[in-house]
Every structure is written in structure tokens, then in C-alpha cells.
């Protein structure tokens, strides 16, 4: 886990409602990679670690006989299953809340196992290890997150680009200069190294490979407010008392930049590594 914290239930206290608008989707084609390159075929099962509101395992949810998704917060489960409802993929999916470091939980083996920007605030070493031991015989275990290394432009396209800085700027002058995190601070942010993790617990790998993106958006305010209470590090009950007046002070802002209260933005390119279980070497 990230260095001087320790995990507590309030990190995304809040977030779940605003997940699903707030956050950029996966770029366009996810699905289908890992389709060809794990040979799914409707069938096995796939185990999400710290599935959130459930946005990585019900878009692959068609690629397996039966999903499970866990996860600590028990707003983000209930997301999950109403989503699952919504999607009519209800009866092949299960929400369990616990937190990644007590599995296997009873849950059995899986083909495959997803963490979708999840590992980092994990006890990596202990997961890998006990995830290595659920994965069935040349199971995979797939880290999926936005690729960090590219720059998007928004010129040509509309509208402004949504003002990231100045309203880290808003979230730090409520919240503080140092990242929060639940109860605590990121005083060092959170690690990588995750190769170094995974080839320790056994896995072979990875293989690499990048979706890509680019792909122009339109965002509102309400997005852009949906967004900043989707993430752990401005969780709407970090706001406290306070939170009426981020509100305003963010709406101030935002139209500020944009009078038509639009915001161009480009879908990030989507990285996946993909590691193996040692049997498949």
C-alpha cells in the first residue's frame, strides 16, 4: 500500500453516485483486445479486484459465463448491482463487499482476474500471491489503467478543455496541499513497480498493449463536478460543512472558463498489461 498510509473505509465514502458520470470510459475496443488475446469465449469466470460500481466487469461481462466483483465500499457494490440490473446481466453477475486482502473469501477459481487502476492502494505483495493461487491453470491476471504517457490536445475541437490545475488548485485550498486520502494523506503518493510485484509472486509477463484513444468528448459541469467527487483524493465527505461552498466556488469557476457550460476533452488511450499464471509457460 502507499507508503505512510493505512487503508480506512472512508476512501471513496461518497464517490459511488458519481462514479459513473465523473470518470472517462475505457477507450473503445477494450473488450475486443482482451478477447483475443485471453481467447474468451463466453464462458470461465473473471474475478474484477476492487470493481467499483462495477465499470470494467460489465463491459466485459459478455465475455464470461459468470463475473464477480469485489470490493470494500459499500456504496460502489450497490452501484454495481443496479447497474447489473440495468445491463439484464444481473444473474451472471455477483458483488461481494470485502476488501482485496481477505480474499479468496470463499469465491473459488477464475480465468481471469482484472484490476482496473485498483492495485496501487492494495497490499500488493499479499494479493498477487493470493490471486496467483485463484487463477485456474494459464489463467491471466490483467492491470488496466489510462495510458499516463500520452498528451491530448482539445484544439480544434469546441469548447474549452476542463481547467484540471486550477481546480486542484479549488480542491487544495479546501482540502489542503497534501493529497487526502480517506482519514489520512498521500504524503508520498501511491507506489509502482508493479512488474516487481508481480514477477515475485511467479507470474510470467507481461504483455503489453495500448487501445487507443483520441477520440473527442463533451463534458458539462455537472460532468466535471461528478468527476471531482469520483475520485478518493476530494471524496464529497472530505468537504465536511464546506462542501455548499466548493460547490459554488467550482460552479463560479467553471463558467468562468467556459460560458456555455461545455468542455471539449479527448478519451485517454487504455494500457493493459497482461501477466500469466505460471502453468502457461
Known sequence: MPEGWEWDDTLFLGSAPYYRRGRLPYAPGLAELLAEVLRLDGRGR???????????????????GEVVGVDPDGGMIAEAGQRADEAGVARKARWVQVRAEELPAGLGTFTVATFGQSFHWMDRDLLAATVRDMLRPAGALVHISDLKTETLSVDGLPYPGVPYAAINDLVGRYLGPVRRAGRGVLLYGTPSGEAAVLGRAGFSGPERYVVPGGQALERTCGDVLAWVFSTSSSAPHLFGTRRGDFEADLSRLLRETSAAGRFSER?????????????AS
Open 267 to 279: 478519451q485517454p488511450s487504455t494500457e493493459v498489461f497482461v501477466w500469466r499464471e505460471p502453468s
Open 46 to 64: 473473471l474475478l474484477d479486484v476492487g470493481c467499483g460500481p462495477g465499470i470494467l466487469a460489465l463491459g466485459l461481462a459478455h465475455l464470461f
